[in-house]
């Protein structure tokens, strides 16, 4: 799953940012529509405790005092005051909403650049493949 450098990226140590790249994380049971909840072999520790309350969206990933990181999903707040560490590039979305229980995931992180173009090029194929369609339905 690719993300995106949060608001808050900067305050976390390099130890915990790296650590939310390097490790494979699990969904905890108790996730829900609201957040994915997620566990991994070590806490993303070290960043600030709390923040102003501030909006967040589907894909935040916020990071509250136990350092196991919560991804914001469709039903979640529409503000929050944990730390947001990452955000995940909208071209994975779609992937986010689908993990169960018990999946496991790990994230890549990339510029909002990368994430753009990546997004583009999937509009782009989603394009080509209606247009093919549409052909061979009017032949």
């Known amino acids: 799953m690719r993300i995106i ?10 130890s915990a940012r790296d650590l939310l790249t390097a490790q494979e994380f699990r969904v905890a049971p108790d996730s829900n529509r609201m957040g994915c909840r997620l566990e991994g072999s070590g806490a993303l520790l070290g960043g600030p405790a709390e923040s ?6 589907f894909g935040t990933i916020q990071v509250p ?12 707040q529409t503000v929050g005051g944990y730390p947001k560490v990452a955000e995940v590039a ?29 997004w583009l090029k999937r509009e782009q194929e989603i394009i080509t493949i209606r247009e093919a369609v549409e052909k061979h339905l009017t032949e």
């Open 5 to 14: 450098a949060g608001r808050h990226w900067d305050t976390f140590p390099n």
């Open 52 to 57: 102003l309350s501030e909006a967040v969206t």
């Open 65 to 76: 005092p136990s350092g196991k990181p919560i991804v914001l999903m469709a039903d979640r």
């Open 90 to 118: 909208a071209v994975d979305l779609h992937l986010l909403a689908q993990l169960r229980p018990g999946d496991r995931l790990r994230f890549e992180l990339v510029s909002l650049a990368q994430a753009q173009a990546l």
